[in-house]
């Protein structure tokens, strides 16, 4: 086997998996990231002033039902159950979300049982949106106009900036409404988060005498040689953005303290529009096992936004002009050789951890083959659509 020297940019999760599968296959792995840390934007840290575990960049809650995905992590961290719930603070009111038997019951004021429940809804839903066409159709077509003006309405102008009517309907796909009294926001069979937090994960992944981590190194900066280039940046950044800037949204955070327990819960939900906020995060309830520990409390509140050329893009935005564009952006990712784009911002997609880690561990072994047959990589493992 001939070692190939690979440099991989981004030391999120795609890169670190990727990373250490390559250098255990006796590969060289020089990993470049710009920032002062790895691990992106599951990143986490201490809090000095209260020793509170912080999700820096918002909360980050593993779930999943792939067991090849967890038996990996396990490899590399002490992942402690978590069952995640979110509580929504809706037209003066407090909530559980997501929707569900209970909500409704306290929203309209009612006491249904299930049946009651879908049947009442079932008469309040637009029933002639056969096939929704954007995100509010396929709101007022699963529950109705109440219920969408009540929680998802202000809150989806806030995170995305864009009225409903010009989100895709698959956005609100991902969330669950359910008829029972089921309050969980995820029922994945694996639902956790790493005991000393996922920086420290990503560091056991990369630790790894055939990987040399690069931080704060930019990838346009390196002038290192490389058989093959393994990128997860943002792929209209990788082509300097000659055909334009895909459209994502960003967050600011406005970090503060509290004594005790603030607001008894992980995240609560802020859906009127009125408030500017879209959620605040109360860190020390992400890590119950040592929630009596810390007498103080870190909260942040969260503020999304359009993402500036110097801001970290979170959220893909993924409509009509952006596809069009990242099109053009894949026809020329498939004509340059010696590059495989991979994760959210490689391939323009929000996929969650799992997802993400699943690819690459599928994508390492397609470089490894490729490698071992000398044949030149793909350029995506992951077809962006």
Same mark, same amino acid.
């Given at each position: 086997?001939?070692?190939?020297?690979?440099?991989?940019?981004?030391?999120?999760?795609?890169?670190?998996?990727?990373?250490?599968?390559?250098?255990?296959?006796?590969?060289?792995?020089?990993?470049?990231?710009?920032?002062?840390?790895?691990?992106?934007?599951?990143?986490?840290?201490?809090?000095?002033?209260?020793?509170?575990?912080?999700?820096?960049?918002?909360?980050?809650?593993?779930?999943?039902?792939?067991?090849?995905?967890?038996?990996?992590?396990?490899?590399?961290?002490?992942?402690?159950?978590?069952?995640?719930?979110?509580?929504?603070?809706?037209?003066?009111?407090? =909530?559980?979300?997501?929707?569900?038997?209970?909500?409704?019951?306290?929203?309209?004021?009612?006491?249904?049982?299930?049946?009651?429940?879908?049947?009442?809804?079932?008469?309040?839903?637009?029933?002639?949106?056969?096939?929704?066409?954007?995100?509010?159709?396929?709101?007022?077509?699963?529950?109705?106009?109440?219920?969408?003006?009540?929680?998802?309405?202000?809150?989806?102008?806030?995170?995305?900036?864009?009225?409903?009517?010009?989100?895709?309907?698959?956005?609100?796909?991902?969330?669950?409404?359910?008829?029972?009294?089921?309050?969980?926001?995820?029922?994945?069979? =694996?639902?956790?988060?790493?005991?000393?937090?996922?920086?420290?994960?990503?560091?056991?992944?990369?630790?790894?005498?055939?990987?040399?981590?690069?931080?704060?190194?930019?990838?346009?900066?390196?002038?290192?040689?490389?058989?093959?280039?393994?990128?997860?940046?943002?792929?209209?950044?990788?082509?300097?953005?000659?055909?334009?800037?895909?459209?994502?949204?960003?967050?600011?955070?406005?970090?503060? =303290?509290?004594?005790?327990?603030?607001?008894?819960?992980?995240?609560?939900? =802020?859906?009127?529009?009125?408030?500017?906020?879209?959620?605040?995060?109360?860190?020390?309830?992400?890590?119950?096992?040592?929630?009596?520990?810390?007498?103080?409390?870190?909260?942040?509140?969260?503020?999304?936004?359009?993402?500036?050329?110097?801001?970290?893009?979170?959220?893909?935005?993924?409509?009509?002009?952006?596809?069009?564009?990242?099109?053009?952006?894949?026809?020329?990712?498939?004509?340059?050789?010696?590059?495989?784009?991979?994760?959210?911002?490689?391939?323009?997609?929000?996929?969650?951890?799992?997802?993400?880690?699943?690819?690459?561990?599928?994508?390492?072994?397609?470089?490894?083959?490729?490698?071992?047959?000398?044949?030149?990589?793909?350029?995506?493992?992951?077809?962006?659509?």
């Amino acid at each position: 086997m001939t070692r190939k020297i690979v440099g991989i940019v981004g030391a999120g999760l795609s890169g670190a998996v990727i990373g250490r599968r390559l250098a255990e296959a006796g590969h060289r792995v020089i990993l470049m990231e710009e920032r002062s840390h790895v691990a992106g934007n599951c990143h986490t840290e201490r809090d000095p002033r209260t020793g509170v575990l912080l999700h820096r960049y918002g909360p980050h809650i593993f779930h999943t039902g792939n067991e090849e995905v967890w038996r990996y992590l396990c490899l590399f961290a002490e992942m402690e159950p978590y069952r995640h719930r979110v509580i929504a603070r809706a037209q003066g009111r407090i =909530y559980g979300l997501p929707v569900n038997l209970l909500t409704i019951n306290q929203f309209f004021g009612q006491t249904f049982t299930p049946s009651e429940a879908r049947d009442f809804l079932d008469n309040r839903r637009r029933r002639d949106i056969v096939e929704p066409a954007n995100f509010e159709q396929q709101a007022l077509s699963m529950m109705g106009e109440d219920l969408y003006r009540g929680f998802f309405r202000g809150y989806t102008l806030k995170q995305w900036g864009r009225d409903p009517t010009e989100l895709p309907a698959s956005i609100l796909k991902r969330l669950p409404m359910r008829f029972d009294y089921d309050d969980r926001y995820f029922t994945d069979k =694996y639902q956790a988060i790493p005991k000393e937090g996922y920086t420290a994960l990503v560091e056991r992944i990369l630790s790894h005498p055939a990987i040399e981590l690069q931080v704060r190194r930019k990838f346009e900066t390196s002038d290192q040689s490389f058989d093959h280039v393994v990128y997860s940046g943002p792929i209209d950044r990788y082509f300097c953005f000659q055909l334009g800037r895909l459209e994502y949204r960003t967050l600011d955070f406005e970090t503060f =303290y509290a004594k005790g327990d603030a607001q008894g819960a992980a995240v609560v939900n =802020y859906c009127d529009l009125e408030t500017p906020w879209t959620r605040i995060t109360e860190h020390k309830h992400f890590a119950p096992w040592e929630r009596d520990q810390h007498e103080g409390s870190v909260l942040s509140k969260e503020f999304s936004r359009r993402c500036e050329p110097s801001d970290i893009p979170y959220y893909p935005v993924r409509l009509v002009a952006e596809q069009a564009m990242l099109n053009r952006y894949v026809e020329r990712a498939d004509a340059t050789p010696g590059v495989t784009f991979v994760g959210r911002l490689g391939t323009y997609r929000y996929i969650d951890m799992d997802v993400c880690i699943a690819e690459a561990l599928r994508a390492a072994s397609v470089l490894i083959g490729s490698f071992a047959a000398a044949k030149p990589p793909p350029a995506f493992i992951e077809k962006p659509s």
